[in-house]
């Protein structure tokens, strides 16, 4: 206290009310003076605060690496969006023309996650034959963004159009609705990955709930209202022991945070169905790989460690069973989703308001042969041509399912969803995309 006196000590001259602050008698240099005293000062720190306002309203974060925003920084980011990136008849031309169905009958799809392993896939398919395609994607980081841009210049090559901008920008999504009629919406969108979950467990709230809710608020409202069809998980049948996972099973044992969230959807989707008769189907897909994939994935990061010599790690259950997965082939499960496009009944509301009951579906997406990982490993050490460093462990407690196996007699009488691609052909398409894309680049940045 004694220390901070002297300091302090000026304080005391200046009365509580500014109004009856008399000041010193200075001399006219001295008032100059301390005038352009003052005056840098207050002219530096004004700057400094200007600087600060702009850079925060012209570099926001993004959105799925930070932690979810307050409704406030939302609104703000709204407004933003609306007054930098949506102005323009360029922009608006492109979503347009990408939106326009070039089929007589063609159908205008917004595919959230467009630039996404699965969504990359989906969009080219559904362009070829003759359907309006707008992609949505806010290209975050979670896996190398080099990988999102090269689908995205492969979309761009398909005459498909990627709006970059995130699925919680209800702004946007109001804009893109308002600019083409969608007749289906696609969603794809999805913070993905079982493991990461416990590293960053608020960013699977952000896109896997509250984005998605964002997304139906907009369909609800629209009129006419879309069809959605959107990814779920076969994570949600968790530590389910009956085999193999049929739709009819308990799924209320989630063994991950992700799982969790991807499970909330499903409860969400029947919400929205249920009060405002949006027509919803939900795709439970069983370990999704292939050209293009995820590099967070298994058979992705051993394919890389592998080639270069670095160990991989093989998890294994108790009595050492190796944990099994029920692999599916990428085009495979586009097919899927291009039926379930294909089979929903339209939604029965408009403008928010419930005209009747509406279409709630859910299918399992898998190919009906669980592989354990031990023989995915074999198949990859057989097409690469090299031996894999491999460590047998213990599964670490980390959200994975021992293993996966999908019933598909749903989707095969529903969808005439029939998978024909078994691990090894599939893999050996994978590797020859891997080598001609990570070969091709002369520094791998992944
Ligand atoms: O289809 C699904 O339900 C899920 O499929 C994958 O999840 P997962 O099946 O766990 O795929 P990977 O992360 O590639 O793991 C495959 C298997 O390899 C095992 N593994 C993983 C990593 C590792 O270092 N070693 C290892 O043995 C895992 O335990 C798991 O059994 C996706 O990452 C999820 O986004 C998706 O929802």
Known sequence: MTQLKPILSHLDSIPSTPGKFKSEKVSPFNTTFNRFRLVPRFTLWSLVSLLAVLFFLFFPSPANNAAPDSP??????RNLQNSVSLVGSKWENRVLASGRPSAKEGFSVLVTGAVGFVGTHVSVALKKRGDGVVGLDNFNSYYDTGLKKARNALLEKS???VVEGDINDAALLEKLFDLVKFTHVMHLAAQ????YAMKNPLSYIHSNVDGFVNLLEICKSSNPQPIVVWASSSSVYGLNSKVPFSEKD???RPASLYAATKKAGEEIAHSYNHIYGLS???LRFFTV???????DMAYYFFTKDILKGKEIKIYEEVDHVTVARDFTYIDDV???CLAALDTAQKSTGSGGRKKGAAQLRIYNLGNTTPVPIGRLVSILEKLLKTKAKKKVLPMPRNGD????HANITLAREELGYKPSTDLEAGLKKFVKWYVGYHGSKKKSSW
């Open 72 to 77: 406030a920084i939302r609104i703000k980011r």
């Open 159 to 161: 005459g498909i159009f």
């Open 192 to 195: 993905a990955g079982v493991r």
């Open 250 to 252: 308990r799924t209320d």
């Open 280 to 282: 919803i189907t939900g």
């Open 289 to 295: 790989y292939g050209p293009w994939g995820r590099p």
């Open 334 to 336: 586009v097919k899927g």
């Open 401 to 404: 399912v021992p293993f996966t």
